[in-house]
């Protein structure tokens, strides 16, 4: 692995904790920490990466310490997810420019992507979701992206910001995103038009009350994507107090420790970011806490994704022979993780959820088949 060293502070958050500040089972005294003279993760599973970048939302913003924020509630937390091992890289260093930073975080992501290595990122704005696309860019790997923000950021600016940078990801050239969907937008502050757009793309968006009345419907969204981007935004104000410019409804904090530990199971998701944190305004550090509680049901998600069989292994599955509308498919249940697939007219598996084998069974089209069909045409 590249030495990636050169790209970060010099001095790692623990460093700076007295000696004994953690108790034997708390992520603190078990979390392996990169110093100026050792970098090595080879038998990390998952990587924390600091970035306190936050140019992109206000270019006199000064560089955010909320990475460290987050560790400060992180590392008191108790590991029940031993044989998890996670490394933490530490902050990537401030660039001379916004560009330059975000070179920095392009570099780093992109050696652990290729390295196998599953990373979260610590933000920073919510436009270093691009640096987090650009490590798949590399490779020209397709991927599914999913956002969960109660805005869509398709803003059209002459500069990549927070509020714009799904115009670069969604319409670049060349262009690595097979499929996208918007978790928990709230409608009263979208405009029509940007959700026509997405539709238009065959992309996937999600209303705030259609996410909540139907939960479980997310786990297969989540369940097909390489890369997942959280925005505080999404959550709502009462349960994350930084959110001033947020809105009062939103996301519970259950909710989101939820959404991350759906992502936490994906075979496929190797990217996770949480962007829009700012330590000032977390008076008594409870969205700090709501962070760090989000990242434990990750990994405790993961969990979950190291002990699902292959599909392949049909006596761990069972199967539900299912006709609607003419169409004749075949449902498959874990019996390790109760979670379900469908079959589709050219004999692929796709994840789905229980509700849409309730629908087929009920002679209705499930909305996730039609998608898919049209995503194949």
């Known amino acids: 692995m590249q030495d990636l060293r050169p790209f970060f502070e010099d001095r790692h958050f623990l460093e700076e904790q007295p000696e004994g500040s953690y108790q034997p089972l708390q992520w603190g005294a078990n979390i392996p920490y990169a110093t100026a003279s050792r970098f090595d993760w080879e038998e990390a599973d998952i990587v924390l990466v600091g970035c306190g970048?936050?140019?992109?939302?206000?270019?006199?913003?000064?560089?955010?310490?909320?990475p460290d924020?987050?560790?400060?509630?992180l590392y008191?937390?108790?590991?029940?997810?031993?044989?998890?091992?996670?490394?933490?890289?530490?902050?990537?260093?401030?660039?001379?420019?916004?560009?330059?930073?975000?070179?920095?975080?392009s570099a780093v992501l992109e050696e652990l992507q290729a390295a196998g290595k599953v990373v979260i990122v610590l933000g920073g704005s919510h436009d270093l979701t691009m640096q987090q696309y650009d490590a798949f860019k590399k490779t020209g790997k397709m991927i599914n992206a999913a956002v969960a923000d109660m805005l869509v950021d398709l803003d059209e600016t002459e500069e990549m910001t927070s509020r714009s940078f799904l115009m670069d990801m969604l319409t670049s050239q060349p262009n690595y995103v097979r499929?996208?969907?918007?978790?928990?937008f709230q409608s009263y502050?979208?405009?029509?038009?940007?959700?026509?757009?997405?539709?238009?793309?065959?992309?996937?968006?999600?209303?705030?009350?259609?996410?909540?009345?139907?939960?479980?419907?997310?786990?297969?969204?989540l369940r097909t994507s390489d890369l997942f981007s959280f925005d505080i935004s999404a959550i709502r104000y009462s349960d994350a107090p930084v959110n001033t410019e947020g809105s009062p409804n939103g996301f519970t904090g259950d909710e989101a420790c939820v959404l991350t530990r759906f992502a936490g199971m994906s075979n496929k998701l190797t990217s996770l970011g949480l962007y829009g944190y700012e330590p000032r305004k977390d008076r008594y550090r409870m969205t700090a806490k709501l962070l760090s509680q989000m990242i434990w049901?990750?990994?405790?998600?993961?969990?979950?994704?190291?002990?699902?069989?292959?599909?392949?292994?049909?006596?761990?599955?069972?199967?539900?022979?299912?006709?609607?509308?003419?169409?004749?498919?075949?449902?498959?249940?874990?019996?390790?993780?109760?979670?379900?697939?469908?079959?589709?007219?050219?004999?692929?598996?796709?994840?789905?959820?229980?509700n849409d084998y309730l629908l087929a069974s009920n002679n209705e089209i499930p909305e996730r088949w039609l998608r898919e069909q049209e995503r194949l045409l």
């Open 53 to 66: 970048e936050v140019r992109g939302e206000n270019h006199e913003a000064v560089y955010s310490q909320a």
């Open 69 to 73: 924020a987050i560790r400060e509630q």
């Open 76 to 105: 008191q937390l108790y590991n029940w997810h031993q044989t998890v091992k996670i490394a933490d890289a530490g902050n990537i260093r401030q660039g001379a420019s916004l560009e330059d930073t975000r070179a920095a975080l």
């Open 179 to 184: 499929h996208y969907s918007h978790i928990g």
């Open 189 to 221: 502050y979208v405009h029509p038009r940007m959700l026509e757009t997405l539709d238009k793309l065959r992309f996937d968006f999600f209303r705030l009350g259609r996410v909540r009345e139907h939960f479980e419907d997310m786990e297969p969204v």
């Open 297 to 354: 049901y990750f990994i405790d998600g993961y969990l979950i994704r190291k002990s699902e069989a292959r599909l392949t292994d049909h006596e761990e599955f069972v199967e539900f022979y299912v006709t609607f509308t003419s169409n004749d498919t075949i449902f498959l249940k874990s019996k390790r993780t109760n979670r379900w697939w469908m079959k589709l007219p050219n004999n692929m598996f796709v994840p789905c959820s229980y």
